[in-house]
């Protein structure tokens, strides 16, 4: 009799676990296939975003706004859109020797910049803004730069001129270290963003911290400019370096995959 029990009993739970263990299944898949179906929505504006002045530099289908630094067309090669995003290419690793920047027809003076971002292992990329064209040289187009760079793997985090740290992500590239980085990690997207106010006060951001901040312009700016490479005449045969009165905003090509979306700007007045 208890020998009975004790196999009714057993039964009991068996049955029970498997009971439990298949509905968690059953949870885990019904919860991947919601997953699965549901769409990334990219490359929009709220009704919010519309009235406050914001618009959107990168549709997610087109290149429509843009064109090659220093070219009058979009990039053949080295650039293409996947799924809603803007897509550098990796290649060599070098410095605009495959598509080549690109840069915003429209040219801004004060402004807020809003980029997504994500990149590779060892990638290195950089967002540039007043960017004018105006040195006509090769390569990479002038401007100043927020980094975007693996720090953990790529060399440039250790190098710099004269300020250590400032080639970091989120820099101000060779001439101010950015400071409390939150990083989402590699192959996480992360959100970049510039603000320049129409006192030149700027800012850059990192997924909602700010990171750094100085006057464009000033004398303070002005010494440090001394102390990094943009102190050599090339950067300068335009005007001081980095103190344009308006200018494109760029994306780099440095020969790493780095992926880009909901782009997007607000002007500031």
């Not at 700016?221 to 001394?226: G, I, L, P, T």
Request: overall charge negative; proline content about 2%.
């Amino acid at each position: 009799m208890e020998i009975k029990m004790l196999c009714v009993l057993a039964s009991s739970i068996l049955l029970f676990g498997c009971s439990g263990n298949k509905k968690t299944q059953e949870g885990e898949a019904a919860v991947q296939e919601e997953v699965q179906n549901t769409k990334v929505v990219r490359n929009q504006l709220t009704d919010q975003e519309k009235a406050d002045g914001w618009k959107l530099l990168f549709d997610g289908k087109t290149t429509n706004g843009w064109r090659g630094a220093h070219k009058e067309a979009f990039p053949e090669k080295g650039w293409h859109i996947e799924d809603g995003m803007l897509v550098v290419e990796g290649s060599n690793g070098g410095e605009s020797t495959n598509g080549g920047d690109i840069v915003t027809l429209g040219q801004y003076s004060a402004f807020e910049l809003s980029v997504d971002f994500k990149i590779t292992k060892g990638a290195n990329s950089g967002i540039k803004y007043f960017v004018t064209e105006g040195e006509k040289q090769k390569g990479s187009a002038y401007g100043l730069e927020y980094q975007i760079l693996d720090d953990a793997v790529h060399p440039d985090a250790k190098l710099y001129t004269t300020y250590p740290g400032s080639r970091t992500l989120s820099s101000l590239y060779d001439l101010i270290k950015s400071e409390n980085v939150h990083f989402n990690g590699v192959g996480e997207w992360n959100t970049a963003v510039v603000k320049v106010f129409p006192n030149n006060h700027v800012e850059h951001w990192l997924n909602g911290v700010k990171v750094l901040e100085y006057e464009r312009g000033s004398e303070q700016f002005r010494e440090r400019v001394k102390g990094s490479k943009y102190a050599a005449p090339e950067y300068n045969t335009a005007g001081r370096f980095g103190e344009a009165p308006q200018g494109h905003l760029l994306l780099q090509d440095h020969g790493d995959e780095v992926y880009f979306c909901n782009i997007k700007v607000k002007e500031l007045k």
